[in-house]
């Protein structure tokens, strides 16, 4: 059995495909409204930050080390202001409450 093949069969450059030019993290940058202010969006593929853990503030769950993510930032906001969410957290930050419930458990950082 051959192994499976995962690059694609010529056409569009490859690099077009990451996102704007310079692009570490692989994703793509887009611009999203939300709560009446422009975010920048970035989806990060897990094995660019291997090691680091994130904690989301959409459910206050860690985000584990590897595990791909989206990482989303006010338009005029500096590097403090980035947070790395769940991408299904992000996609739901809409639905939930503005209080997020931490178990007693959860770490206090």
Do not use: F, L
Not at 6 to 31: F, H, I, L, V
Not at 71 to 96: F, I, L, M, S, T
């Amino acid at each position: 059995m051959s192994p499976r093949r995962n690059r694609s069969k010529g056409g569009e450059n490859p690099a077009a495909q990451q996102g704007e030019a310079g692009d570490r993290y692989g994703g793509a940058q887009r611009t999203e409204s939300w709560q009446g202010e422009e975010w920048n969006v970035r989806h990060v593929a897990g094995a660019s930050a291997p090691g680091k853990r994130y904690r989301c503030p959409g459910c206050d769950q860690e985000i584990p080390p590897g595990a791909p993510h989206v990482v989303a930032w006010p338009e005029y906001g500096g590097v403090d202001d980035r947070r790395h969410w769940h991408k299904a957290c992000w996609n739901a930050k809409d639905r939930r409450t503005t209080r997020v419930q931490r178990s007693r458990s959860a770490p206090r950082h």
